[in-house]
């Protein structure tokens, strides 16, 4: 079971976390229905004995606070849709950084800043037990029907953490069990009931995919997260051109070209800006210290996540059209757009149709589909 878990209060947590060791689908998104696929190995047992939950008054939330709550639970929700397939279909090209996840993500309502966990607690039924609030779709608690809305009560039968440290706490706990077995037997509270669950641990990219809050068309990879902004979201038209730029940062990760390049703590410190609540936009005026990339490093991460692409059953014809229009409309010398960091559009676009031509043939010819 992969648990995702970063320092609380100051950062607002994101999607798709991977501490090494375990990572939880991190999705700020709405609880789900609680009726389980009938397909669900679960059973009832003697229920477990938890803290107990002091109910706490109703807490009162501004409508500017509800309603800019609501829009990072969507904007992160189709982050992480999108990006999904892209991390469970592609351990083979994430090389080093694969690694086995429960495949959900668990929140508390101290995972948002202060000044979103009245909303929290209100719109997302969070308190103070780490509850689903993502399952991604494949992976081994999806199978088993983990669903969003869950409560965690134990795993392998210890009790998991509550509180505002929750997160951290339960990555701990569950660091060696995730190292050491095949799957874990996970105790929920749905409806009531406590359930017992048998998790398949599922081999997946262990990439974090995090919202940027700027209106600034980017995205930034640092080796092991991902970013898009809130200006790239609202840029791409559909789910396969926001995955063409998804799998685009994986691999730059994938490559390890922010390590090579030695720009990774530039590049992280740029990301846990932007995930703020209110970020510090001027720290990422211009291209915020980052070198642009080169011709061939770039065409390298076009042809690696075209391939990521399509192993996840995206489109990829349209990648060079989109890429193209991207690079008219957000040209170089729009600083803090993202051709500005990968200028060499025309190199890119001669790699890509490369690629296309490749894939399509690999396709064809019924061959893995590698690089």
């Known amino acids: 079971?992969?648990?995702?878990?970063?320092?609380?209060g100051q950062h607002r947590r994101s999607s798709l976390i991977a501490l090494g060791v375990a990572a939880l689908l991190s999705a700020c998104a709405t609880p789900a229905p609680t009726t389980a696929p009938e397909?669900?190995?679960?059973s009832v047992t003697k229920p477990l004995t938890p803290p107990a939950i002091v109910a706490s008054p109703a807490p009162v939330v501004s409508s500017a606070e509800e309603t800019a709550l609501r829009q990072l639970v969507s904007l992160q929700d189709r982050l992480d849709r999108v990006a999904g397939p892209l991390l469970v279909n592609n351990p083979a090209l994430c090389?080093?950084?694969?690694?086995?996840?429960l495949g959900f993500t668990a929140k508390t309502k101290y995972s948002y800043s202060t000044e979103f966990i009245p909303a929290a607690q209100k719109l997302l039924n969070l308190d103070e037990r780490l509850r689903v609030t993502g399952v991604l779709a494949g992976s081994g608690a999806d199978k088993v029907g983990v669903l969003r809305g869950d409560s965690l009560i134990a795993v392998n039968n210890k009790v998991l953490p509550q509180g505002a440290n929750a997160e951290r706490q339960a990555a701990s706990l569950l660091a060696p069990m995730v190292t050491a077995r095949g799957n874990v037997k996970l105790t929920v509270l749905?409806?009531?009931?406590?359930?017992?669950?048998?998790?398949?641990l599922t081999m997946a990219c262990a990439f974090r995919i995090e919202l940027g809050n700027t209106d600034a068309v980017n995205a930034y990879s640092d080796g092991y997260r991902v970013l898009v902004t809130r200006g790239m979201l609202a840029y791409v038209k559909s789910d396969k051109e926001l995955a063409y730029v998804l799998a685009r940062e994986m691999a730059h990760n994938a490559l390890s070209h922010p390590i090579r390049l030695r720009s990774s703590a530039t590049i992280a410190g740029v990301i846990d800006n932007l995930i703020r609540i209110n970020p510090d936009l001027g720290m990422v005026n211009g291209t915020a210290g980052i070198k642009p990339y080169s011709q061939e490093i770039d065409a390298a991460a076009d042809v690696t996540g075209l391939f990521m692409a399509a192993r996840a059953g995206y489109d990829i014809d349209g990648a060079s059209t989109f890429w193209q229009g991207l690079a008219s409309q957000y040209p170089v010398a729009a600083l803090n757009g993202y051709t500005a960091l990968h200028p060499a559009t025309a190199y890119r676009i001669a790699a890509l149709d490369k690629a296309t031509s490749d894939l399509h043939a690999k396709e064809a010819m019924q061959k893995p589909l590698l690089p």
Request: proline share 7%; no cysteine.
């Open 190 to 200: 749905r409806e009531n009931r406590q359930i017992v669950l048998d998790v398949p």
């Open 95 to 101: 090389k080093r950084n694969a690694r086995r996840l």
């Open 1 to 8: 079971m992969h648990v995702v878990v970063e320092p609380t």
């Open 39 to 42: 397909s669900v190995q679960a």
